[in-house]
């Protein structure tokens, strides 16, 4: 396994709910860990929501083999550059546990 082609060093995020400034519990996004990851883009899609056109981004990351990301990754987000990729699938197509492919899509406006 080449460790240079995982060059992004990203954020793995969930949702949880926690206090605000005025004590009110609200839901936001904590940073669980890091990463560092390969980013591989896939393309994308356009819709039309409420007269504004959006984009839906889908990108492929790969990262080293991690256990809690394999058995809980849907529900979590990548957030890396200012831009966060919504987890839909990790997968570990080899089953080798060396490697995990995380498909992801970022909505941008």
Known sequence: MNSAKYRHRVDIQNKESV???DGEWIDDWVLDYKLWARKLE???DE???AKAVNAVR???WEV???KPLHQNGEGKRIYYDGQSYEI???SDKTGLR???EITTEAVIS
């Open 98 to 100: 060396k490697e995990l």
């Open 47 to 49: 819709y039309f929501n």
């Open 58 to 60: 889908t990108v492929v």
């Open 64 to 66: 080293r083999y991690n």
């Open 88 to 90: 839909k699938n990790v």
């Open 19 to 21: 206090r605000n400034d």
């Open 42 to 44: 896939n393309g994308g």
